[in-house]
């Protein structure tokens, strides 16, 4: 017998008797103003929030506050004039390294907890969003949903490879509880809110 | 019915914590304050108990349904392009491991949090079989430099003062001795550890949720160091338990929120990252592992202790745990959550575990999928007497009492005495030679028994 089939007949024989799957829909019942309690909550983890109007805004931004030169790389079009534009997923994940700003698209965002969702497409290369010094996500302001139950009903039966909640800069406290931002994430967060 | 001679037990363990008291009480603050912070968390949450009891009750049909699960989430994933392998215990998955990295010629390998393979001693098993490992999380780094074991499920260092983790990063890391400083430490650790991911070619992360109707995966850090690893390498090595299968992609919702509200406050980790299929060119396996699991799903008092979601919420707000550390209970998972799953593992070597309690119940109130965990760990204690699994001096002074309680005379003459020397000579009871007092305070003795009030007001 494989331990396949061991773990499998042992788990089959211990098992308890069928207890029915609880609905969880009933919990898409929030009634919030998502985008300020989005701001608040990614503020309260440490991200900031420009609220912008259109791309021309996100590239004054950029220029004022992140002129010195660095590597700059986009997966969005409308921003290729000011960065590297990735356009597939065809580079190696190693020609990161040295990536100091990052910006990308999300999909959606989740009011409650500040965290924004990026499938692979959105990214086009899974490492870019942890490998880059820092991180800049455009929300829509439309995309934000109130709870991690309306995310996962927006995001349903979507098909991707890789896709991942973040939620402000990457962060540790291992060191006696001290919060230090800047794990091996990026160290800061920052979303252009898009209305 | 065999004699234990337990020369590693949690009462004696805790008592080398306890030597430096200055130590005990900050660590039991540090914790304390964690729990106040899930506190903070969960009450701006106004259907949280409704949500705790949706985990239970989704965690509930898992167990009852796992083998469907487990072959639903095992095609979905094979399908998705990943490579399933499947280990009775932990020495299969240690050589699963190991068989991965020798097919690939592979000599190094960095991994991100995993209690599984701190189970399974997967580190000790690969560097004797010459693979360096690496692991990635800040704390864990910590306490592999230290040579030790994570004295917490999610906070591996909590035991250690930045004093001496600075130490330890101007030993290995070549760090000015002296600097203590927690940005500049995690700092150094940043630069040092981008190295290792960028060269190390295979990673190994644990699993926090495999969803059975995707074939999906899911790994939550705060640090990102689990992406970093496995976006970077060309094998990914995804190590989880079978009881880490939840249905439906959408039942996340469910758990995401209740995870790091339950282990440190925060609405989320940094990072939820959801592994559906390797990358073109790139391999991702998984290992399911048993180790146990399924002879505690057998046993139906103990089975809810399956549902845990490794938040580490009971550990935080454990009496004892606050005032004995991680290190005490000799075990990879530590605390209230630990002492019922090890007897399952060990009954003999972890006899003591489900005696390091006083059963207040605080674990239970903040378990994120309402594991009853006060009430396993008073089973537990029934199941390793009836077994013989007590220390003789236990069990001495159990036969004692056994004795005095079946023999009035006996009774009666025990109870003078003892109200007597706690009235009169407290010291002959209240000192260090005594292992109940050692544990406990002595109660004020009463100034007559029952019996004797009664004889007295009878009439």
Known sequence: MTSREKILSAVKTNQPDLATLPDVDFLLQEEVDVAEKFIASLTAIGGQVIAVENHAAIKAFIAENYAQPSRKITTVSELEDIAEYVEDNSANPHSLENVDYAIIEADLAVAENGAIWVSEDKIRIRVLPFITQHLAVIVSQKDIVPTMHYAYNKIGSTDYGFATFIAGPSKTADIEQSLVLGAHGSRSMTIFLMS | ?459
Not at chain 2, 235 to 253: C, D, N, Q, T, Y
């Open chain 2, 1 to 459: 019915m065999s004699e234990i001679q337990n020369t590693t037990n949690h009462a004696d363990l805790a008592e080398v914590f306890n030597n430096d008291e200055a130590r005990v009480d900050w660590h039991d603050e540090t914790l304390w304050w964690i729990r106040s912070k899930r506190d903070v968390a969960v009450n701006k949450i106004s259907n949280w108990e409704v949500l705790r009891e949706t985990a239970s009750q989704i965690k509930h049909n898992v167990l009852s349904n796992l083998s469907s699960y487990l072959q639903q989430f095992e095609n979905n994933a094979m399908t998705n392009g990943i490579i399933v392998h499947w280990a009775a215990d932990a020495k299969e998955h240690n050589q699963i491991v190991l068989s991965i990295l020798k097919k690939h010629s592979i000599g190094q390998m960095v991994k991100s949090k995993s209690m599984l393979t701190e189970e399974c001693h997967l580190n000790d098993f690969l560097e004797a079989n010459g693979i360096d490992v690496i692991d990635s999380d800040l704390g864990e780094r910590i306490v592999q430099l230290a040579k030790e074991m994570p004295s917490h499920i999610v906070l591996p260092c909590i035991h250690k003062k930045k004093e001496e983790i600075g130490e330890l990063f101007h030993q290995h890391l070549g760090t000015p001795a002296g600097n203590a400083d927690p940005q500049f430490l995690t700092e150094t650790a940043r630069q040092h550890l981008r190295d290792t991911f960028l060269t190390r070619r295979a990673a190994l992360t644990g699993v926090n949720f495999a969803i059975a109707e995707t074939g999906e995966f899911v790994v939550c850090t705060n640090e990102g160091n689990a992406d970093m690893g496995a976006h970077l390498a060309d094998v990914h090595i995804a190590s989880m338990g079978i009881e880490k299968i939840i249905p439906e992609r959408k039942h996340l919702g469910v758990f995401l929120r209740l995870l790091t509200r339950s282990a440190t406050g925060q609405p989320i980790t940094t990072y939820s990252s959801h592994f559906k299929r390797p990358n073109k060119g790139k391999e991702m396996h998984i290992i399911i592992v048993d180790n146990g699991r399924s002879i505690q799903l057998g046993r139906e008092d103990f089975r809810n202790s399956l549902k845990c979601i490794r938040c580490g919420a009971c550990m935080n707000t454990c009496p004892v745990y606050r005032r004995s550390g991680g290190h005490s209970y000799h075990s990879a998972i530590s605390g209230p959550i630990g002492s019922i799953l090890a007897p399952n593992l060990d009954m003999e070597k972890y006899a003591d575990l489900p005696f390091a309690s006083t059963l207040c119940g605080s674990c239970t109130n903040v378990c994120p999928v309402k594991i009853d965990i006060h009430q396993q760990l008073y089973k537990w204690r029934q199941v390793i007497v009836k077994n013989g699994y007590v220390p003789a001096a236990k069990k001495a002074s159990m036969q004692i009492m056994d004795w005095t309680l079946s023999s009035p005379t006996a009774y009666h003459t025990a109870g003078k005495a003892g109200r007597f020397v706690l009235k009169y000579a407290p010291f002959m009871v209240s000192n260090k030679l005594n292992p109940w007092y050692k544990h406990r305070d002595m109660p004020e003795p009463p100034k007559e028994s029952f019996g004797e009030w009664y004889k007295k007001n009878r009439k």
